[in-house]
């Protein structure tokens, strides 16, 4: 499915939680696109360059264009190489592109984005993005653009999520279509807190060990002591011949 998706272009939502990254996917999906000859731009804000390209070969690093805000954001270092314009300009040039043939554009991530823009230009932005294939007025023969989007879907409210998931084409969840379960079910968690373990010493096993030792006769210990015992408390050790 998730390749029909990319063939047509759009925004693709990669939303990823604690229990399971989202970027091995995003770099997957980039690898693929990079394969397929595509241009890959890369909006790099979470990571280093250096630790993004890692796990790409030489011909798949060749083909990605990165736009490093990770290194300096906001220009405070004010060594000149900071973006232009900041994430919003590195956007909007990116709308205003003229190259000919497919593009696939990875946002890493849009969580990071949200967190320094409103929300209503972010989505205007992605819009943009992904319908260059569909401007009115334009008769030059543009080609798919793919933008992937990583989301932290934990970190937004349901007004962000609910408008990403309004414009994005498809969500790919990684933990769909999985053998096991990451999460319990109400019923199970229920079942789950009800058990007993067998090396738990709880409440109700002391009080059960209490009440059944009150009822029993107190307990003696017959010694009779044989011929070889040594019982001069003199030596105690006198049989060991030391």
């Known amino acids: 499915m ?17 229990e399971w990254e989202g970027r091995s996917l995003l770099k997957a999906l980039i690898k693929k696109s990079a394969l397929r000859g595509e241009q ?25 264009v990165y736009h490093d805000l990770f290194r300096d954001p906001l220009n405070w270092s004010k060594t000149g190489e900071a973006l232009p314009g900041g994430p919003l300009g590195v956007l909007r040039a990116m709308c205003s592109r003229t190259g000919p043939g497919p593009v696939t554009i990875a946002l890493d991530s849009l969580s990071w984005l949200l967190l ?17 294939d569909s401007r009115p007025g334009d008769s030059s023969p543009v080609e798919h653009v793919h933008v992937l989007g990583l989301l932290h879907g934990e970190l937004h409210g349901p ?3 609910g408008t990403l998931s309004a414009l994005a084409r498809t969500e790919v969840d990684p933990t769909t ?13 229920e079942a789950k807190d009800s058990l007993t373990l067998p ?30 015992d040594d019982l001069d408390q003199e030596d105690p050790d006198d049989d060991l011949d030391i």
Not at 48 to 58: H, M
Not at 116 to 132: G, K, N
């Open 199 to 228: 090396f738990q010493f709880s409440s109700e096993k002391q009080q059960a060990l209490l009440c059944r030792g009150l009822g029993q006769a107190t307990s003696h210990i017959f010694y009779e002591p044989d011929a070889y």
């Open 159 to 161: 007004g962000p999520m």
């Open 116 to 132: 320094h823009l409103p929300c209503t230009t972010v989505c205007q932005t992605l819009h943009a993005l992904s319908h260059q």
């Open 2 to 18: 998730l390749e029909s998706v990319l063939a047509l272009g759009g925004l693709v939502l990669l939303r990823d939680s604690v």
């Open 40 to 64: 890959v731009h890369v909006l790099g804000c979470e990571v280093s360059e250096e630790e993004f390209r890692e796990g790409f070969d030489s011909s798949i690093n060749s083909q990605l």
């Open 177 to 189: 279509h999985l053998t096991f379960n990451l999460h319990l079910s109400k019923k199970e968690k």
